[in-house]
């Protein structure tokens, strides 16, 4: 069987299926020309700077915006064709969650059921079920506007899952909440994505690393990187950084010596305060630079304060690949 040319095998392979996909706002590109294929179940983040693109590629694939050009599939339907088909496959949790202040907890997610057209045996059941997932059974007589932002979360997520729907969209999930409140929604996200393909953007990096079995990092419009965490990292190259801190010198002389170590590209000052030095040193290759500068430090008897290696994080890498954005 084919479908828009392609094998139907060949498209349920993946879940969701972007092909060619750009935007234009008039003259600007929002997304530009990007092609994944998002695979059933698991957690891919999304990720970027503001402006980066994400909001509209989330619009698109909930069927709120058309695309100027491209496509994308979800299972065995397309935008342009099914939209409602694949409006009905998608749960949908926008930053600050759409709720009715004035109902109580339960009466909203009943309001929501009746909306989706859940009988009433099966909503009640469903009711109970995502109370559980949610945990949001305490509050669930109490009306939305009593809740804190934790908790207000918590029942649009129960919203956005009230149908079962086979895929979840997350825009900024955790925005505005306190650690610990972080860690409850993290543990929520983790046990619905064994079960089902969630798309969650983020701003907070730790959260993504965390939570995300595969990263996507969009900046302007287009694709930096595609892969899981310790994928991304290796992907990245072998470029590093050494954080050195020393009491105030000539930092004409010691840049001199210490770009004559092979590996180092770059000395840099970072900072200079309170009789201290900050460096930045620039490296790349696979050998370890670290005790032929620690050698010429050594020999001009400069007071060393810090020196170390900078880890390599996803904080780091979406900051190489967004610089300039």
Not at 166 to 190: A, K
């Amino acid at each position: 069987m084919l479908l828009d040319g392609q094998p139907y095998r060949e498209i349920q392979a993946h879940m969701i299926r972007i092909e060619n996909l750009t935007r234009y706002y008039g003259g600007t590109c929002a997304v530009n020309d990007i092609s994944f294929d998002i695979k059933r179940g698991g957690i891919l983040g999304l990720l970027g700077p503001n402006g980066a693109g994400k909001t509209t590629f989330m619009r698109m694939l909930t069927c709120y915006l058309r695309p100027s050009s491209g496509n994308i599939t979800v299972k065995e339907y397309n935008i342009h064709e099914h939209p409602l088909q694949i409006k009905g496959l998608i749960g949908y949790l926008p930053e600050s969650a759409p709720l009715y202040p004035d109902m109580l907890v339960y009466d909203y997610l009943k309001f929501v059921a009746d909306v989706r057209n859940i009988e009433k045996a099966r909503a009640d059941s469903r009711i109970k079920d995502l109370a559980g997932i949610c945990g949001i059974n305490e509050v669930m007589h109490r009306p939305v506007n009593e809740l804190s932002k934790g908790y207000k979360q918590r029942v649009g997520l129960a919203h956005a899952m009230m149908s079962d729907p086979e895929i979840l969209v997350l825009d900024e999930p955790t925005s505005g909440l306190d650690p610990n409140q972080i860690v409850e929604i993290r543990d929520i996200i983790r046990k619905i994505g064994k079960e089902k393909t969630v798309i969650l953007s983020t701003h907070i990096l730790s959260e993504a690393e965390a939570t995300c079995d595969r990263i996507v990092i969009i900046n302007r419009g287009k694709i930096v990187a595609d892969g899981a965490t310790d994928e991304l990292k290796r992907q990245a190259g072998s470029d590093y950084i050494i954080h050195v801190s020393l009491v105030h010198g000539n930092f004409d002389e010691i840049r001199q010596a210490l770009s004559g170590v092979p590996g180092v590209s770059d000395v840099a000052l970072a900072g200079s305060d309170d009789g201290t030095m900050d460096l930045h040193l620039a490296c790349s290759g696979q050998r370890d630079v670290r005790p032929d500068i620690y050698e010429i430090i050594k020999n001009n008897n400069w007071p060393l304060l810090e020196f170390y290696r900078e880890t390599r994080t996803l904080e780091t890498i979406f900051r190489e690949l967004t610089r300039g954005n």
